[in-house]
C-alpha cells in the first residue's frame, strides 16, 4: 500500500524507527496500512494507484490548498485533471492525492 505522509513523524516497527516528512510517500503492506490509517487518522492519506477516467477526486495542491475535480488521463505518477479554477485540465502529482469517489 501506499501512502503519504500529511504531517511529520515517526514509525517505529520491527525494532526500527523511520522518520518521515510531510509529504514524503512510502510503502507498507496492506495490512500495516490499514492499521495506520485506522489508528491514526490524519497522520497519513492512501496513495491510489489505479485511476480511472471519469472518477472524482480531490488533491491537495501546494498553490490553490484543496481541491476537487475529474480524472481526464492517468499516467505513471501523475494525473490530467479538470481543474475548476482555471478552467483548463492541469496535471498534478499522484502524492498530492487525499481521496477519491463520490464526492
Known sequence: MTLRANRPFRLKANGEARIFLQGQTF???QEAGERLLSKAP?????VFINMNVGEVVRWCSPLFG?????VLLSEG????????????????????????GDL
Not at 484543496?66 to 475529474?70: A, E
Open 77 to 100: 505518477q501523475n494525473v490530467l485533471v479538470s481543474h475548476s479554477i482555471i478552467g483548463q485540465p492541469a496535471w498534478i502529482c499522484r502524492s498530492w492525492l487525499i481521496e477519491k
Open 66 to 70: 484543496n481541491m476537487q475535480g475529474t
Open 42 to 46: 490524519g497522520l497519513v492519506s492512501a
Open 27 to 29: 510503502e507498507l503492506d
